[in-house]
């Protein structure tokens, strides 16, 4: 992506941090992409690689997990709820021999839940494991390339997201490619993917043999070959304390920058990102970044200022995706351990930004959206005189655009009770007087769009099947809202997905976020 005008930017200083995130949506640690980037430049460079192709192994092993939001939903429904621990266990698992998923399956599959409901989601798993599994690669092969797209990243990425589980011997999927018909970069960053997470839990020597063991069945036998001559030298790359500073400097040349208001650009995506983890959250972090910039104006912020309130609204819930969506999704009151979790996602919010230059700015603002005036807030119990201006709004912002929508414990508030609600926060003192008006004026000026000028030529009916699709509604569910029978819904369930060129439910809905089309 050229660089304009202005400040320029490292677009992999960027992705680099939104490595971070896909790092919790998977599970895993933070920096496991970071370590994988390492590990797959040094595979890559030992295999030939130069130029394009190499860059491309750079940006696809630290974004490769970047639509793991994308099926978070439907996951946690099969497996129980905690979607990550599940994702946890079985990362190295599409590579390795068949009869590792059955044992696999009886270990880990709802290790949460009691044993009776284990036993009941999974064999209802198994039951319809012809439909789920290809529905939730498609989701993410849909959803992946449009981030990375969004992103300003390469065809070859947008490519590799699409062959991640892609197997040598054609027995993964999407797709079923086979050797060769998998490109390059996705065959290197799946053999550095699984070496990270062998090598950091279980050891040199067994990081050795798995792949030895995978090596022309799950993995290109000549890249799990250099791996297994040159294993102590390949991870001699990845430094025994942050890979943050190693991985930037290891950017294949040209070093690609792009001009600061890009962020912009870069701040939509990921609020989309995040959003995408639960319908619930559908359009929440947008919704918010709206209400945030326009009550800054009305507070008549200057534009930088304005800048740095907007972009941080937009990414102020990336540390929901550390958070399994089971607690997100729980209808019920949360248990202590639950709520404990709940409040570290400003928390991870703060971290993912704060390791980055060009986002460490926003870090402060985004991170404080759940702090109140008087000291009750979280993560950190800020007090009034450490909360500026600009954490005032995105969290008076966050309150009012929560609560007018739908939760898994409470049906949505409309606009007047929301408002009432942020006046008693000010009575309280919790939420800043000037702040709640600013808001209050920016929400309202919104206004629902005109009938008839729906994008991609959707009709007021079909946006209606949209957002009730969003929302994970069936069918059937959808029939009876809409007083409609269940055959005329598939209708125009198809013709919605004709009109806006996607496939799932989470390409619909990211469709229907990009165009401001949840409420």
Request: aromatic residues 6%; negative net charge; proline residues 4%.
């Amino acid at each position: 992506m050229p660089a304009t005008a202005g400040t320029e930017l490292r677009l992999a200083e960027l992705i680099a941090s939104i490595s971070l995130a896909t790092d919790l949506g998977m599970g895993q640690p933070m920096e496991q992409a970071l370590r994988t980037c390492l590990i797959a430049l040094a595979l890559g460079q030992r295999r030939g690689c130069s130029g394009q192709p190499l860059a491309d192994i750079y940006y696809l092993a630290l974004i490769e997990h970047i639509s793991c939001t994308a099926d978070s939903y439907e996951t946690s429904l099969h497996v129980g709820g905690d979607e990550m621990a599940f994702r946890k266990a079985a990362t190295t698992l599409p590579f390795g021999p068949r009869s590792q998923l059955m044992p696999f399956m009886f270990q880990h599959f709802a290790e949460d839940r009691p044993p009776l409901e284990r036993v009941r989601l999974m064999f209802a798993m198994m039951a319809q494991a012809n439909r789920r599994i290809p529905a939730a690669t498609a989701a993410r092969c849909e959803v992946g390339p449009i981030f990375a797209e969004r992103l300003g990243l390469s065809p070859g990425v947008r490519l590799g997201i699409t062959e991640a589980i892609e197997r040598w011997d054609g027995q993964g999927t999407p797709k079923g490619l086979q050797g060769e018909a998998i490109s390059l970069p996705a065959r290197v960053v799946q053999v550095a993917h699984d070496v990270e997470i062998f090598d950091r839990i279980e050891g040199r020597a067994a990081a050795v043999e798995a792949v030895r063991q995978r090596s022309g069945a799950g993995y290109d036998p000549s890249v799990a070959q250099i791996f297994i001559n040159e294993a102590a030298e390949v991870m001699a790359e990845v430094p025994s304390g942050t890979a943050w500073e190693a991985v930037l400097a290891a950017e294949p040349a040209p070093a690609v920058s792009f001009s600061e208001s890009h962020l912009d650009a870069v701040a939509d995506a990921m609020a989309d990102f995040v959003d995408l983890k639960s319908p619930y959250l559908h359009g929440h972090s947008s919704g918010v970044g709206g209400l945030a910039d326009s009550a800054a104006r009305a507070l008549s912020s200057s534009e930088a200022e304005r800048a740095t309130i907007r972009r941080a609204a937009l990414m102020h819930d990336l540390g929901r995706a550390g958070i399994p969506n089971g607690i997100w999704q729980k209808h019920g009151r949360l248990a202590a351990a639950e709520w404990e979790r709940v409040r570290l996602h400003p928390y991870l919010t703060d971290r993912i930004l704060s390791h980055s230059s060009a986002l460490g700015s926003l870090a402060s603002v985004a991170a404080a959206h759940h702090e109140r005036l008087d000291g009750t807030g979280y993560h950190r119990g800020s007090a009034a005189t450490q909360l500026a201006l600009g954490a005032r709004i995105v969290a008076a912002a966050d309150v009012y655009q929560a609560m007018t929508q739908e939760r898994a414990h409470r049906p949505a508030c409309g606009p007047d009770a929301a408002a009432y609600e942020l006046q008693e926060q000010v009575s309280a003192g919790r939420l800043d007087r000037q702040a709640v008006n600013g808001v209050l004026e920016a929400a309202g000026q919104r206004r629902l769009a005109s009938r008839g000028a729906w994008p991609a030529g959707l009709s007021d009916r079909e946006v209606e099947v949209l957002r009730l699709l969003c929302s994970g509604a069936t069918n059937r569910t959808m029939a009876a809202r809409l007083h409609l029978s269940e055959k005329t819904v598939g209708h125009h369930v198809e013709h919605i997905y004709d009109k806006i060129g996607r496939s799932t439910r989470a390409g619909a809905a990211l469709f229907a976020m990009e165009n401001d089309l949840i409420s």
